[in-house]
C-alpha cells in the first residue's frame, strides 16, 4: 500500500533554504522511501510524542528533525515541522 505524503508550507519553504545535501537527502526520502515504507526501523524514525491523537515520529537530516504522523487509517503520512534540532521540539515556533 502507497502512502500519500503531505507537507506543511514552513516545510516547504525550510527545505528551500537548505543546502543541497540536506535538500536531496529529504527529496528522497519524501518521494521514494516515505510513500512506500513509512514505518522502516532501518530508516533512523524514532517514536516522540502524540499528535491530534496519532503517534509521531522524528526522522534525522544532519542538523535538522523532521516530525511527522502516520494514519494508517486514511493511508496519509504529514511531514509537520523541520527545523534545526534545538527548535524543533519547542512549542508554536
Do not use: C, S
Request: aromatic share 10%; hydrophobic share 30%; proline share 3%.
Amino acid at each position: 500500500m502507497k502512502y500519500k505524503v503531505k507537507i506543511t508550507k514552513q516545510v516547504k519553504k525550510t527545505i528551500e533554504k537548505q543546502q543541497k545535501h540536506i535538500k536531496k537527502a529529504f527529496n528522497n526520502w519524501i518521494k521514494e522511501e516515505l510513500p512506500n515504507k513509512p514505518y522502516d526501523a532501518n530508516d533512523g524514525m524514532v517514536k516522540n510524542i502524540k499528535i491530534e491523537g496519532y503517534q509521531a515520529y522524528k526522522k534525522r537530516f544532519g542538523n535538522f528533525r523532521a516530525i511527522l504522523t502516520i494514519k494508517d487509517d486514511i493511508v496519509i503520512v504529514e511531514v509537520h515541522k523541520l527545523k534545526p534540532r534545538g527548535q524543533v521540539y519547542k512549542k508554536n515556533r
